[in-house]
């Protein structure tokens, strides 16, 4: 089976069709309590995980917007820019699946700094995803923190909580990918 086909989209990853067993470590930091935020335009949400890879490996693959469809649950297609890591100066078109309804939302690089940080901004807007790698003795620790600091006119969820919740398990879902493409690089070809 290929890895095309093995994380092929359908309308939600499960994840327990993943035959790797994988420990994660997920903090989230929420500078608001939820019921403050509640209804509330402000939002961030802060991901910190453990990926068994290097460091330079890891940004390559997250950096790919391709595999959005495969780990982010409101992601539904993706274009620009994608079969390459984004680089400064790269714009890509994020087709999503809101509580607003479908949107196509556009991309920015903002801030690159290969295998160390990387940030996106959404188009005319406060929304901004920052990338954090750092290697370690058990992998990289791999950092992913969405703000915005007013409306947008993207929900994911009925409110903050529920949007949190999304990012997490996508998160989530983004190292169980990353960690099956690393493991099935090093394994390396087998002949019959």
Known sequence: MTLSRWYQRSDSINVDTVSVEHT?????????????????????????????GSVEKVFDLITQVRFWPEWHLATRAVSGVTERPFRPGDVFYEFVRTNNGPREIEWHVAEYDRPRSASIQLKDSSLKITYTFEQTAEGTVFGRTLTKDKEVGIELGKDNAEALRIETQSVENLVRLVERIIECENVGPSYP
Request: proline share 0%.
């Open 24 to 52: 994660f470590c997920v903090q989230q930091y929420i500078s608001e309590t939820s019921e403050r935020m509640k209804g509330s335009a402000l939002m961030k949400s802060d991901n910190k995980i453990v990926i068994k």
